[in-house]
């Protein structure tokens, strides 16, 4: 007899994160969903289902679905419409080809080891990557706008938490336990990778949708060129986001628009005062 949660048949796992599993379900009539089980209760229960109704009542389409909030065992668990698609950087630079094109140096002022010339990882991403990456980050931009609307910031932008379908919809997961703006920042807790991290959420301060519109210049940054503005994990790599300015990608790689270069270097602003957001985006010239 197969596992179940609650009212779910347990399929298999889709993922783990900072704060629990995330399990393919399946309800009785065999809709499919994903499940994710809460390891740590972020929040009270009530304030969970009272943020779930805000995002359920919000139109906008890029939003992933929170089906319903359930409590098996003890434990919380998010039922969330489930999403088929790439991340958002593997669909951007599908057709990108590692280590090519490079530019003959890689600067060195932005705390990088030196890579074995030919050994790098910057690519640049095709014209058709481009085309995509155009609309998406649009869409992004949008989903990201309706969260801070909303008073709440995602915290947690990284590949695999922006995902796009075969339609081409942007889609935002791990929407489910999202901090208030405004709330203190622990940075003890974890928050997913530190290459994708702010520079100001290495320290406690108060989270605004700023450290949001970061992590986008940094999917932005690694579309482009098929690497990270920073590597490395824990303080080590927050003290050099906070003291050494991210390269332009156009450093890195040939063929990178100048619109979208100079976008993605006003997305990864040291400062949270100075940093582009979603109206930048928006100022784009859309795709041919």
């Known amino acids: 007899?197969?596992?179940?949660?609650?009212?779910?048949?347990?399929?298999?796992?889709?993922?783990?994160?900072?704060?629990?599993?995330?399990?393919?379900?399946?309800d009785d009539a065999g809709h499919r969903f994903a499940l994710k089980r809460l390891d740590v209760e972020l929040v009270p229960e009530a304030a969970l289902r009272a943020q779930v109704a805000r995002l359920r009542a919000h139109p906008h389409i890029?939003?992933?679905?929170?089906?319903?909030?359930?409590?098996?065992?003890g434990a919380l668990h998010l039922v969330m419409e489930h999403i088929d698609?790439?991340?958002?950087?593997?669909?951007?630079?599908r057709e990108s080809i590692a280590n090519a094109t490079t530019a003959p140096h890689l600067p060195l002022a932005f705390g990088q080891p030196l890579r074995p010339l030919g050994s790098s990882a910057f690519a640049p991403c095709t014209s058709p990557g481009l085309l995509r990456l155009r609309g998406a980050l649009v869409q992004l931009a949008d989903a990201l706008d309706a969260l801070h609307q909303l008073g709440l910031v995602h915290r947690?932008?990284?590949?695999?938490?922006?995902?796009?379908?075969?339609?081409?919809?942007?889609?935002?997961?791990?929407?489910?336990?999202?901090?208030?703006?405004?709330?203190?920042?622990?940075?003890?807790?974890p928050v997913g990778p530190v290459s994708h991290a702010a520079p100001e959420l290495g320290e406690a301060l108060p989270l605004a949708p700023a450290s949001d519109w970061y992590a986008v210049g940094?999917?932005?940054?690694?579309?482009?060129?098929?690497?990270l503005p920073f590597s490395g994990a824990g303080r080590d790599a927050f003290v050099r986001k906070q003291t050494i300015?991210?390269?332009?990608?156009?450093?890195?790689v040939r063929g990178v628009p100048d619109d979208l270069d100079a976008l993605c270097t006003a997305l990864l602003a040291t400062s949270p005062r100075l940093r582009a957001t979603g109206d930048a985006i928006r100022a784009l010239a859309p795709p041919p």
């Not at 698609?85 to 630079?93: E, I, L, P, T």
């Not at 208030?180 to 622990?186: K, L, N, P, S």
């Not at 940094?218 to 690497?227: I, K, M, R, S, Y």
């Open 62 to 73: 890029g939003l992933v679905a929170v089906h319903e909030v359930l409590r098996v065992d």
């Open 218 to 227: 940094v999917l932005l940054f690694e579309a482009l060129t098929g690497d």
């Open 1 to 26: 007899m197969s596992a179940r949660i609650g009212p779910y048949t347990l399929v298999g796992e889709l993922g783990r994160g900072a704060h629990g599993v995330v399990w393919d379900v399946r």
């Open 245 to 252: 300015s991210a390269p332009s990608p156009a450093l890195l």
């Open 85 to 93: 698609g790439d991340d958002f950087v593997a669909n951007v630079r």
């Open 156 to 189: 947690d932008l990284h590949p695999a938490n922006v995902r796009i379908t075969s339609s081409g919809r942007v889609v935002l997961l791990d929407v489910g336990t999202l901090p208030e703006v405004g709330a203190t920042h622990d940075p003890a807790r």
